[in-house]
C-alpha cells in the first residue's frame, strides 16, 4: 500500500457514520458494523444485523458506497431481493441523489 492510495481511502469512522446516517434515515438498527476483505462480495448482512463491509468499499467514490450501504441496510427489512426490496433502494438513492 503506498501513499497515494492511502490519501484516496476514507477513515473508517467516516464510513462507520456514513452507515449509521442511511440507517437512521432508514429506520433500522444494525447490531454492528464490520469491514474486512471479502473476495466476491461488497458486503454481507446477517440474521442478526450485523452488517460486514468489504474494506476495499473505503476506497470506492460516495455514490458507489451509497449503494451498496442502502443495499444491506434493507436487508434489515427485507431479507430476499423481490420486488419490493428492488424498489425500496431505487427509491432511497433516488432521494440521495436529489439532496446533494
Ligand atoms: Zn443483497
Redesign the pocket.
Known sequence: MDARTLEEMIPVQVFKSEVMSWAERIGVEPKEIRLRAMKKKWGSCSTSGRLTFNSEILRQPASFRAEVIV??LL?LKVPN?GRVFKSLVKAYLAQSADSQ
Open positions: 443495499h444491506e436487508h431481493h
